[in-house]
């Protein structure tokens, strides 16, 4: 009932800049925490930034200071600014979602924290 939709990929040069988008959508009553994690080939998904339905953040030390994070609430969508990009950068950049949705089938409203977005790949590359 819930989709997360991410956008804004792509191939980047070294030093360069990208803006990931998350839309969500669906039966929403209610977002709490957005994040994005990423993952590379033979490494374990990892978070990335995360950010409050209060606007807390928290990074990963490998992009504080370069990346930022940020939410539009009455759109359901999250940001990821990512700037000074480095070839470690590399990855799928996935969203994930902490969200209260309408359950039709059984006519009550539930929270997961489990809802992801398909990914969206980030190269950075010369």
């Known amino acids: 009932q819930v989709q997360l939709v991410e956008s804004g990929g792509g191939l980047v040069q070294p030093g360069g800049s990208l803006r990931l988008s998350c839309a969500a959508s669906g039966r929403i009553s209610r977002i709490y925490a957005m994040a994005w994690y990423r993952q590379s080939p033979g490494i374990q998904r990892e978070l990335v930034a995360a950010?409050?339905?209060?606007?807390?953040?928290n990074y990963a030390d490998s992009v504080k200071g370069r990346f930022t994070i940020s939410r539009d609430n009455a759109k359901n969508t999250v940001y990821l600014q990512m700037n000074s990009l480095k070839p470690e950068d590399t990855a799928v950049y996935y969203c994930?979602?902490?969200?209260?949705?309408?359950?039709?089938?059984?006519?009550?409203?539930?929270?997961?924290?489990?809802?992801w977005g398909q990914g969206t790949q980030v190269t950075v590359s010369s």
């Open positions: 950010i409050t339905s209060g606007g807390t953040t």
């Open positions: 994930n979602g902490d969200i209260t949705s309408y359950q039709p089938m059984t006519s009550t409203y539930s929270r997961r924290s489990d809802y």
